[in-house]
């Protein structure tokens, strides 16, 4: 079953509608922790946006594409090294963007420290264990101010 997301504006105030099924969804999330597993990052790497969302509802995926959070402190050189071996694309300063099978993977580099990525919470989505903002409340509220 594919959902339909409308959760992002386009220019002039069009709505942009995405389509992934679940299957896909996990497809692409399995394939982003594969790669924080070559990079040993597997325990230190935060699901967050809508993906993180239906992790802790528990419930299908229903967005414009995956968001994932590597606060600064784990990104040793080996970590950039192996990041940039195997991500197509440019890897910045903020992060880096790749699609998997047209479902676009975001990755942002966290500079500040919050209370929320401290203790992360752990949620099976699928048949893997994923990581949370704990309390993920408190992320949602301020999902928009973390950099």
């Given at each position: 079953?594919?959902?339909?997301?409308?959760?992002?504006?386009?220019?002039?105030?069009?709505?942009?509608?995405?389509q992934?099924?679940?299957?896909e969804?996990?497809?692409?999330?399995?394939?982003?922790?594969?790669?924080?597993?070559?990079?040993?990052?597997?325990?230190?790497?935060?699901s967050?946006?809508?993906?993180?969302?239906?992790?802790?509802d528990?419930?299908?995926?229903?967005?414009?594409?995956?968001?994932?959070g590597?606060e600064r402190?784990?990104?040793?050189?080996?970590?950039?090294?192996?990041?940039?071996?195997?991500?197509?694309?440019?890897?910045t300063?903020?992060?880096?963007?790749?699609?998997?099978?047209?479902?676009?993977?975001?990755?942002?580099?966290?500079?500040?420290?919050?209370?929320?990525?401290?203790?992360?919470?752990?949620?099976?989505y699928?048949?893997?264990?994923?990581?949370?903002?704990?309390?993920?409340?408190?992320?949602?509220?301020a999902?928009?101010?973390?950099?």
């Amino acid at each position: 079953m594919r959902t339909t997301s409308m959760k992002e504006n386009g220019l002039n105030g069009q709505t942009i509608t995405k389509q992934f099924s679940q299957e896909e969804v996990l497809e692409a999330l399995y394939d982003f922790d594969n790669l924080m597993h070559r990079c040993v990052l597997q325990d230190s790497y935060l699901s967050l946006g809508y993906i993180g969302k239906a992790m802790v509802d528990n419930l299908p995926f229903e967005g414009n594409g995956l968001e994932f959070g590597i606060e600064r402190r784990y990104l040793t050189r080996e970590v950039m090294d192996t990041l940039r071996m195997y991500v197509k694309g440019e890897i910045t300063e903020k992060g880096f963007t790749y699609d998997f099978k047209g479902i676009p993977i975001k990755v942002r580099f966290i500079d500040n420290i919050y209370g929320f990525f401290k203790y992360p919470d752990k949620k099976i989505y699928g048949v893997e264990e994923f990581q949370v903002p704990n309390p993920f409340h408190k992320y949602w509220k301020a999902r928009a101010l973390i950099r």
